[in-house]
């Protein structure tokens, strides 16, 4: 009887039986009427059990989880009841989902009818990648009496992985082939130029590049022809990913680490949709999850199961032997886009002649955050002593973040300066623009 549950109804019978045995004290007549609600609700209560208890399989439930779950997303969760009884049911579903999510009054009721199911969802969005662990699906069933309820149980022990996010890398596909973003407006990626990949020769029609004419091929034919060129394949693309102590910094639930981490699986999508090459690292101390830049079929599951099990280490990272690993082992010309975070001018000349020394060989992208609680209090009307002065704290920050733009683009160094929810499109949207004006 360990899934037997009495339910508040049968209760509150119960103390209107106490009510009429109390009445019973000053009128005897209440008494017979009192010993009868008690045998009717002890009975009633048999019927109930007989009615729920007969049936081995009255309900049958299955959850429908998805392979695996995209860190930072929404993520729907499936479950699917059936109502095997003859009778209409009410259920209390209660899903043990895991404890990362820290959802203790997870609860939904559902009246289903005789002989037919129920189908729902709901939405789990995890802020960390790891192993997620699903415990039982629980059913507590009851009948149209409601004293009783039937615990049933199902789908013990369901694992589940959860990956950098993957769920919106077709949206990002889409954006990348009409070469545009939607970020608070339309942002159309122009073409300065074109180039060296020679495609065809054609002829000219109304909107070709008049730079592109072939004077050679049109003296031939007499009708004017251009060149055509086709935007250059193969190229390497290289992420390398700060795993040091300034990447833990969390925004919206998700450290500035796994931001990264989603970006990179986004633009690693992109890229290799391009026909270009990708590949990663990550770095702090020593560098690791070295994946050498290919446009394989397999590359981007190579990558993801790469970005899966990185955590931050919270040393300095050594940007030392960042230069010297990309020295010797990235031999071609590259384009190599940096995530890490600067938070001062300071911060950054320390670094400045390992940057200047990867951008000596290489295309250099510095990719690093605005704090998004620092905006909000720039944009803030303040109202008191205390709110002035957050003001301008957050002002000499923010300040200070556009000196290390200057500072690196001095040297040639391009920048993503970006808030964390912006990141996936900011850079795929200069992987784009490089890429469409041909400076790689």
Known sequence: ?????????????????????????????FMWIAHIGLIVCFVVVLVDCLLLFNQKDGVLAQRILPEKLSNGDENSVKIDVKNNYRFKINTKIIDEIPFQFQKRDFMIQKQIESGKNTFFQYILEPKERGEYNFGNLNIYTESPIGFVSKRFQFLKDANLPSYPSFI??????????????MLGGIKKIRKLGHTMEFEQIKEYVPGDDIRTINWKATSKTSRLMVNQFQDEKSQRIFMLIDTGRTMKMPFNGL???????????????????????????????KTENKIAAENKSGQLKKISEALYNIKTDFFESDFNRLYQDVKYSINQRS???????????????????YLRGIAKNHLLVVVFFKNSELQSLIHKNPESIQEIYDEIIAEKFEFEKKLIIQELRKYGIYTVYTLPENLNIDVINKYLEIKARGIL
């Open 335 to 353: 384009l190599i886009l940096l995530f890490t975070n600067f938070e001062t001018l300071d911060g950054l000349n320390r670094q400045m002649k």
């Open 255 to 285: 450290s500035l680490l796994d931001y990264s981490i989603n970006a990179t699986m986004a633009l690693s999508h992109i890229i290799l949709k391009k026909n270009d090459r990708a590949g990663m690292m990550t770095f702090s101390k």
């Open 168 to 181: 919106h890398l077709r949206k990002y596909e889409l954006m990348a082939i009409q070469s545009e973003f």
């Open 1 to 29: 009887m360990k899934n037997l549950y009495i339910n508040t109804r049968f209760f509150f019978a119960l103390i209107g039986v106490g009510a009429l045995y109390v009445l019973a004290f000053f009128f005897p007549i």
